[in-house]
């Protein structure tokens, strides 16, 4: 048989231990550095006896059995297996290994709680939330309110994470002006030799807009309750997956109360190449988190004016989600999840504001000893 070595491979030292990582395939193992020595042999395609060849020094059968198992680990790829290992290598080619490694290394991540984390906290080891510089001279900044648009001020404290939602369908005016002012453009630009470039009412790196939505409808007036795209363009909800419910919703939300109550839940997924193809260095991957940034706190804000409440969750089944959208994980990958709906009036929603005591357990400055 046939293999080569992945493509989206990354070796470090850790506590003394030589790591190899597949950051598609999730295996991080220790081993001896020896294992990049068999892996480099394996550039083209190689046969497991060709390779053994290379080390004359070493015992075949032991070569062959490291090999075998270099292999189950996905560090060697046959023919068979190298569709999302070449795709990966093609669609991330120049934002890896960094954001490569960086993105699909932390895919997946189960979601629970630390209890040891809360301990910590409790026993004081708790970084400072405010810096300061106590010696440095000061000005006092004037505390009169500015003399600006009432409404934006009222929307802008008013925007607080949701969890609860009221069981009313949500009307669809309120629903189509959302993804409108949020997804929706708001102008094209002649970007000269990128053509025309749309622009949203949020920033993004290069006007790119490389983030595409995807609209779960679970309660909203006239609209069939699935999975639909938003086409952006057209300003139209696209059916996919009539057969998406609220609770597929929630189980790719790792279950939380928010996406199960809400009417509306929004996945953000990026179409990489619309970003790579201009901006090929690594940290145009960390544009594209910021890009998702914009979106999401557009979308808070719009969802607070129009008087629904919103969520927003990092937690989510990546691939499960990728699936369920279906998108490839490659070459586009999801990034971001969103809900909006109106908030429920029975006090359920809610978080309680902090008093004196929570302060006193709080560690303001650098220095202080709650
Ligand atoms: C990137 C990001 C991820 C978040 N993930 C979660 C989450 O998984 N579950 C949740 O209940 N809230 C989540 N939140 C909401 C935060 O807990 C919330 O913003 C924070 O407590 C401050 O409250 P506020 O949004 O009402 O000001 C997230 C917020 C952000 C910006």
Do not use: E, I, S, V
């Given at each position: 048989m046939l293999l080569r070595r992945a493509h989206n491979l990354v070796c470090y030292w850790r506590d003394g231990a030589f790591v190899i990582q597949n950051y598609l395939g999730g295996s991080e193992v220790s081993l001896a550095p020896m294992a990049a020595d068999l892996l480099a042999?394996?550039?083209?395609?190689?046969?497991v006896d060709e390779a053994v060849?290379?080390?004359?020094?070493?015992?075949p059968d032991s070569c062959r059995a490291a090999l075998a198992e270099l292999h189950a680990y996905g560090f060697l790829v046959s023919e068979d297996e190298r569709e999302r290992d070449d795709r990966l290598a093609e669609h991330w080619e120049t934002w890896s290994p960094e954001a490569g490694a960086l993105h699909f290394s932390s895919k997946d991540a189960p979601y629970t709680e630390s209890p040891e984390v809360n301990e910590d906290f409790r026993a004081g080891k708790r970084p400072a939330l405010f810096k300061n510089y106590p010696a440095a001279d000061r000005i006092l900044l004037p505390r009169a309110p500015l003399d600006v648009d009432a409404g934006f001020v009222r929307t802008l404290y008013a925007r607080r994470t949701h969890r609860a939602f009221s069981r009313a369908e949500l009307p669809l005016p309120v629903l189509s002006g959302l993804l409108a002012m949020v997804f929706g453009p708001s102008e094209f630009l002649d970007?000269?030799?990128?053509g025309a470039l749309m622009k949203r009412t949020s920033a993004a790196g290069g006007s790119r807009h490389e983030l595409e939505a995807y609209v779960a409808v679970s309660a909203v007036e006239g609209v069939t309750p699935g999975l639909y795209h938003y086409n952006v363009l057209e300003h139209s909800l696209e059916l996919l997956d009539p057969a998406f419910t609220r609770e597929r919703a929630t189980h790719l939300s790792f279950d939380q109360e928010a996406v199960a109550e809400a009417p509306v839940t929004v996945f953000l997924t990026a179409v990489v190449e619309r970003m790579s193809s201009k901006?090929?260095?690594?940290?145009a991957y960390r544009v594209m988190l910021m890009n998702a940034g914009h979106l999401a706190q557009t979308f808070a804000l719009t969802a607070t004016a129009l008087g629904l409440g919103p969520f927003q969750t990092a937690a989510f089944r990546d691939s499960e989600l990728e699936d369920a959208l279906g998108v490839d994980g490659i070459a586009e990958t999801a990034l971001y999840v969103l809900a909006a709906g109106i908030p429920a009036a029975d006090g359920r929603d809610g978080e309680p504001t902090a008093g004196l005591d929570a302060f006193r357990r709080a560690a303001l400055y650098p220095g202080d000893h709650a």
């Open positions: 042999a394996f550039t083209d395609w190689t046969t060849t290379m080390f004359p020094d070493h015992d970007g000269h030799d990128f901006y090929r260095a690594p940290r």
